[in-house]
């Protein structure tokens, strides 16, 4: 029997990408080439490694390999996931699929009765925070407490008034290591005084960013209980956190001939484009919100700016977002991103 026919085996035990290459073949699972590099460093005492194609196989291992596969495998390693817990997709960061892989088979979280710090309610610690005004990261202790429904930071560690409080309920959190420059990095959003605040984040080690994370996960999903008690948890499981669904530069002016065209870095969710002056901004410059409606996406130059700005190099890379009573003209930077800024943003406009 081949071994890719073994019930979970068509996906990476780890991750789910498609077609795994490596065996992690002690455990008895299938796993792609990037979790393998991640098993490779727990050390052979808790999973030893080989590429599927390229080694030698034993009978023995093959027949002990026959006999389990993923899906019987992670029925022990993930009998107790929360459900509140992020598992990885392939195109998750590093940071969440390595700590995933380390609380599976090196932390064993997820079998027998753990008592998992971050399912406590409560949380104290450091993480390294952004100054709203400057670039740098600045050492803030941190306290998480699900009986008030609040995140705080304080600016000293003996200090008794928090510097930013912020309602759980109303945190979401994206791990964004590539945008933020580092591979333990957040970023936070919250509603403050009805505008959209950001913060960004860094932990020491990846165990203690997946950790606020989850916790904050953990709490967001009881208030989501409380909130909605006739829906099911795990589809509420789904609602915790969105993710942004692209983010990049773009050009951006009016449709009045003349204006001016100015760089923005623009944020797509499921429900509108957010501009900033650049992508550490606190708040953002403006936003357009995107319903079903009267809201339409087409690759078109209807204004191609100010003389004296930007200039059009090919009317493909322009395109205009109309909502009900405006228009706003962008310009990418290369053809294809134009193409998958409209395509994205459409998606968007269907679903609403
Ligand atoms: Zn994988």
């Known amino acids: ?165 912020l309602r759980l309920d109303g945190i979401n959190m994206m791990i964004l290591p590539k945008k933020i420059g580092h591979p333990n990095a957040m970023q936070i959003l919250y509603e403050q005084n009805e505008q959209t605040r950001n913060l960004f984040i860094y932990a020491d080690d990846g165990q203690e960013l997946i950790e606020w994370y989850t916790a904050v996960r953990a709490a967001k999903l009881n208030r989501l209980k409380i909130a909605y008690p006739n829906v099911d948890v795990v589809n509420l499981s789904t609602k915790i956190m969105w993710e942004y669904i692209k983010e990049g530069w773009l050009s951006k002016t009016g449709p009045r001939s003349g204006d001016a065209f100015r760089r923005r870095w623009v944020t797509l969710d499921s429900k509108k484009l957010t501009y900033y002056e650049d992508p550490f901004c606190p708040y953002p410059k403006g936003e357009v919100f995107i319903g079903s409606q009267g809201f339409e996406v087409e690759k078109k130059l209807i204004n191609s700016g100010a003389s004296n700005s930007k200039e059009v190099k090919d009317p493909n890379m322009a395109f205009i977002v109309k909502v009900p009573e405006r228009c706003f003209q962008f310009l990418a930077e290369t053809v294809e991103d134009a193409d998958d800024w409209v395509e994205k943003i459409r998606t968007v406009i269907i679903s609403n």
Not at 34 to 56: M, Y
Not at 73 to 81: D, G, I, L, Q, T
Not at 84 to 99: A, G, W
């Open 1 to 165: 029997m081949n071994l890719t026919s073994i019930p979970g085996n068509e996906k990476c035990a780890d991750c789910c990408e498609p077609d795994p290459k490596y065996s992690a073949y002690n455990l008895g699972i299938l796993i792609c080439e990037n979790c393998a590099a991640i098993h490779k460093t727990l050390g052979p005492h808790i999973s030893k490694v080989k590429s599927l194609n390229l080694e030698n196989w034993d009978d023995n291992t093959l027949n002990s390999l026959r006999s389990l596969g993923n899906t019987k495998v992670n029925s022990k390693y993930e009998e107790n996931v929360p459900l509140f817990y992020k598992r990885p997709l392939p195109s998750d960061p590093q940071v969440v699929k390595e700590q995933w892989i380390r609380a599976k088979y090196e932390r064993k979280e997820f079998f027998g009765d753990k008592k998992l710090s971050y399912a406590a309610g409560y949380k104290e610690g450091y993480l390294w925070k952004k100054g709203k005004d400057d670039k740098h990261f600045q050492k803030r202790r941190f306290i998480l407490d699900t009986t008030e429904n609040t995140l705080k930071y304080f600016r000293k560690e003996e200090d008794r008034d928090p510097k930013g409080c």
